[in-house]
T-cell receptor, first 115, second 117 residues
Framework: EPEVTQTPSHQVTQMGQEVILRCVPI?????FYWYRQILGQKVEFLVS????????KSEIFDDQFSVERPDGSNFTLKIRSTKLEDSAMYFC?????????????FGPGTRLTVT | AQSVAQPEDQVNVAEGNPLTVKCTYS??????LFWYVQYPNRGLQFLLK??????LVKGSYGFEAEFNKSQTSFHLKKPSALVSDSALYFC???????????????FGAGTRLAVHP
């Protein structure tokens, strides 16, 4: 069964450093998302991406964040200058958005620790 | 604005007993509702969804959920709990900002299910 994959599984970085989180969505999906989950808290939406453009972004997704689909398979989230409060689990998701099939499929996540 | 509420932080149930994990929603139109499960150090796994049709929807691992429009609820149920069902369960509603695709999911705070032998 196809699945969303994410790398790395765990990233430790120092405050102020840039990080890139990588995702490979399910191959026939057209809609891509990033969410994050701070330890013990709810899953929060960051950004959605379709047709090589951001469709929607949350207040969390400020100028320090960017997304890119550099080729036909990868979908990346970049944080330019990490802050302590960026420490969280970051989930990539993808969906088909066909009629009646609106569920999103999530990757296993990247745990980002900013020290 | 769309929202979901999961009123219980934790639900405890004995193995073999039925379980219910509660979810209520608030939407401006017809709701598209989902349940996801998260095992420790794992991603979110899709369990089931309600889009339209029968109010009782069946999903993976023997789970089902009942959509109740009058009570704006979408409770997750299973007739006989297993210890392996112990996990964090999230209810979610699909946002309706866009008429097309790429609507985000809005999650509840999650309910930890603990099934005891």
């Amino acid at each position: 069964e196809p699945e969303v994959t994410q790398t790395p599984s765990h990233q430790v970085t120092q405050m102020g450093q840039e990080v890139i989180l990588r995702c490979v969505p399910i191959s026939n999906h057209l809609y891509f998302y990033w969410y994050r989950q701070i330890l013990g808290q709810k899953v929060e939406f960051l950004v959605s991406f379709y047709n090589n453009e951001i469709s929607e972004k949350s207040e969390i997704f400020d100028d320090q964040f960017s997304v890119e689909r550099p080729d036909g398979s990868n979908f990346t989230l970049k944080i330019r200058s990490t802050k302590l409060e960026d420490s969280a689990m970051y989930f990539c998701a993808s969906s088909e958005e066909l009629a009646g099939s609106y569920e999103q499929y999530f990757g296993p996540g990247t745990r980002l620790t900013v020290t | 604005a769309q929202s979901v509420a999961q009123p219980e932080d934790q639900v405890n149930v004995a193995e073999g007993n039925p379980l219910t994990v509660k979810c209520t929603y608030s939407v401006s139109g017809n709701p598209y509702l989902f349940w996801y499960v998260q095992y420790p150090n794992r991603g979110l796994q899709f369990l089931l969804k309600y889009i339209t049709g029968d109010n009782l929807v069946k999903g993976s691992y023997g789970f089902e959920a009942e959509f109740n429009k009058s009570q704006t609820s979408f409770h997750l149920k299973k007739p006989s709990a297993l210890v392996s069902d112990s996990a964090l369960y999230f209810c979610a509603v699909r946002d309706q900002l866009f008429s097309g695709g790429y609507n985000k999911l809005i999650f509840g705070a999650g309910t930890r299910l603990a099934v005891h032998p």
